[in-house]
């Protein structure tokens, strides 16, 4: 008896002594990957069927840099109790587009929109792109997917479309570039016209303490047909913004909401969302100061402006991908840092004296992942889906690992 006792405290005893945020049950591997299907997954998102897709940056063909590869776009289907990969596209040299670093977007049709930062046009900054299936029998048991290029960015046309893209109602595209010819990044329109789609530029930024610079970020619209956004820089400080871009009957017009001083945050970077109540959170990637989260809160002509919570120097550091928000009000995120220093998954809760956070899962840097890529998805069921950029197979892009994508069960 004394024995199975002491045996009883010494395994509890390494129970307490493991970090909070292990709990093997709840996270699965759902694909890792090897080059050849891809390297350096970005951010993922799910159809109303629950399949999951994505992009790679690098990886598969190697028409465009010899060492990193052009990159994939990839599914992921549920098959019962696992997960079906396959690999949709593989970009095929510079003239068709590169590093398609942006996540993508589903049409109502099950049309995937997304961009390359690179290539499309000799010395060009990227493309946009579409991509649609195809039946290859009169059954549809065999689909292809077909790859259109809607769009080529030229030298003065844009550069860096990493941002990601959003529909309006009526069809039309929204995105940004980080740079534009000697500017500092803009906000663009796409409109589809007999077969062809058109560019119009929304706005262009010009830095100083009056404008923003570096739109990172993708577009978010309110009901209202308002457009918002985040900028790395520019502002009054030179540490960034947070925009409104509304239409007017000669254009757009826009406004700044918030610029960053360092004592509120610095750089924000990612997605922004609303809840339900129309208020808009962020994340800041930090710096100099630590990684923070916001609030903007709408008020008769203003905004006002709260931070939400500034992240320890142990808990989820230098941030770069937005919240997803659940049906309580809880937000999740990834970021570097974590128990291990290899990334780590975490939640804020809305508590009675602010927010508190809780680590979900501290990635080793092994099979598992490392560094997450988010925003991450967040299905009906109360689970998580992101990826990691890289782990996985250390021998693939050797001691580094070319990535894996993982779902994470948090209710």
Request: hydrophobic share 35%.
């Amino acid at each position: 008896m004394r024995a199975t006792s002491i045996w009883n405290l010494f395994v509890l005893a390494v129970l307490l002594a493991l970090p909070a945020s292990v709990n093997a049950q709840t996270f699965q591997l759902l694909h890792t990957f090897e080059a050849t299907d891809g390297a350096v997954p970005g951010a993922l998102t799910m159809d109303q069927a629950g399949n999951l897709y994505g992009s790679t940056s690098q990886g598969g063909m190697h028409n465009c840099s010899p060492y990193s590869g052009c990159g994939t776009v990839f599914e992921l289907a549920p098959v019962q109790s696992s997960w079906a990969f396959a690999t949709l596209y593989k970009f095929q040299n510079r003239s068709d587009g590169w590093n398609p670093a942006s996540p993508l977007t589903m049409s109502a049709g099950g049309i995937l929109y997304g961009a390359t930062v690179d290539g499309g046009i000799e010395g060009g900054g990227g493309t946009v792109f579409s991509l649609k299936r195809t039946c290859i029998d009169l059954s549809c048991r065999q689909i292809a997917w077909t790859k259109i290029t809607l769009y080529r960015f030229g030298q003065c046309d844009g550069a860096g479309t990493n941002g990601g893209l959003v529909f309006d109602r009526m069809g039309n595209l929204y995105g940004t570039t980080i740079e534009r010819c000697g500017h500092t990044g803009q906000v663009y329109e796409l409109s589809p016209a007999q077969g062809t789609w058109t560019k119009t530029v929304l706005h262009i930024f010009q830095g100083g303490p009056n404008d923003g610079r570096w739109p990172e970020s993708p577009v978010l619209f309110d009901q209202a047909g308002n457009l918002y956004g985040t900028t790395l820089g520019g502002g009054t400080s030179d540490l960034g913004t947070v925009y409104q871009m509304s239409p007017v009957r000669n254009g757009w017009t826009e406004a700044l909401l918030h610029s960053f001083t360092g004592q509120d945050g610095m750089h924000p970077v990612g997605n922004l969302i609303f809840d339900h109540s129309g208020s808009l959170y962020g994340i800041t990637y930090g710096d100099a100061q630590p990684s923070t989260a916001f609030e903007l809160t709408p008020a008769p002509g203003s905004w006002n402006f709260g931070q939400l919570y500034s992240f320890h120097p142990a808990e989820a550091q230098f941030l770069t991908s937005g919240f997803v928000m659940d049906s309580s009000g809880n937000l999740y995120g990834v970021g570097r840092g974590g128990v291990y220093g290899q990334g780590t998954v975490y939640k804020l809760t809305h508590t009675g004296n602010g927010w508190s956070y809780s680590s979900i899962y501290d990635f080793t840097g092994g099979s598992d992942g490392a560094n997450p890529s988010g925003p991450l998805v967040l299905d009906a069921n109360g689970r998580l889906f992101g990826s990691a950029t890289s782990g996985g197979d250390l021998n693939c892009n050797p001691g580094i690992g070319c990535g894996t994508v993982w779902m994470i069960g948090v209710h």
